[in-house]
């Protein structure tokens, strides 16, 4: 917790305190006293810490409280959108491979991890084609 407690008083002191407790709408002397990890009166609320990272860019105090549970932050790259029809057309061509290597495993009765495999990679295919159908129906 105290990784946590102390990036968000770094994301705080590090971004111009005055400036973004002025974008917060909070006075800057109370913005630094909820930031500072050693002061028992005041804490950070949820709406802070939505406010430091919106106006700030700077991760690190969701990075750490991330690290604190086992995960790593990642930021997600959107992809290029398409054409609706376009995107729509890569979406069938991508399930119906995914459901070839499905039917082909399943042939002999039994799923090597080769076809596991196969049938993973086709899946991943399929995800990445939704992700620009949404991405296209964002920008349409």
């Known amino acids: 917790m105290d990784e946590f407690l102390r990036a968000c008083q770094s994301a705080v002191l590090d971004n111009e305190a005055k400036v973004l407790a002025g974008q917060m709408g909070v006075p800057h002397v109370s913005l630094l006293q909820r930031a500072n990890p050693d002061n028992d009166a005041h804490h950070l ?33 959107a992809p290029e959108p ?7 057309m890569h979406v069938g061509k991508e399930i119906a491979d995914l459901t070839l290597a499905v039917h082909s495993a399943l042939d002999d009765g039994r799923v090597t991890q080769i076809e596991k495999q196969a049938i993973r990679k086709e899946i991943d295919h399929v995800r990445h084609e939704l992700n620009v159908m949404e991405q296209s129906v964002k920008v349409a």
């Open 45 to 77: 609320t949820i709406e802070h810490l939505f406010g430091i990272l919106l106006h700030t860019g700077d991760m690190r105090p969701l990075a750490a409280l991330a690290d604190q549970f086992g995960f790593d932050l990642v930021r997600k790259e």
């Open 82 to 88: 398409q054409a609706l029809t376009a995107s729509m």
